[in-house]
């Protein structure tokens, strides 16, 4: 069973900077893929951005050229740079581990990091 651990949110002003991380338990960390997802009040949970186990990156079009999302496969650990932020960043940022299985991709999900923007 893999265990995600999400951490690094907080309130911070609107142009302001934070970086979320996400500790993965398990020995195949590195043949996942890495996703950060955000729930805003009232609102479905979104893709936020993901990483492929060979490194290649994808973002949603609201946070494209503000976001950054890396991984250090050494420390089992995938990251979430994010500047400029907004007050629509405001949300629950979760972190999902995507494993190959005999079957369907297994989904594994973290409990969460609350981001607040405001002044």
């Known amino acids: 069973q893999v265990q995600l651990v999400e951490s690094g949110g907080g309130l911070v002003q609107p142009g302001g900077s934070l970086r979320l991380s996400c500790a993965a338990s398990?020995?195949?960390?590195?043949?996942?893929?890495m996703g950060w997802y955000r729930q805003a009040p009232g609102k479905q949970r979104e893709l936020v951005a993901f990483i492929s186990s060979g490194g290649t990156t994808n973002y949603a079009e609201s946070v494209k050229g503000r976001f950054t999302i890396a991984r250090d496969n050494a420390k089992n650990t995938v990251y979430l740079q994010m500047t400029s932020l907004k007050p629509e960043d405001t949300a629950v940022y979760y972190c999902?581990?995507?494993?190959?299985?005999?079957?369907?991709?297994?989904?594994?999900w973290g409990k969460g990091t609350l981001v607040t923007v405001s002044s």
């Open positions: 398990g020995k195949f960390f590195s043949t996942y893929v």
């Open positions: 999902n581990g995507r494993g190959a299985s005999a079957g369907p991709p297994i989904d594994y």
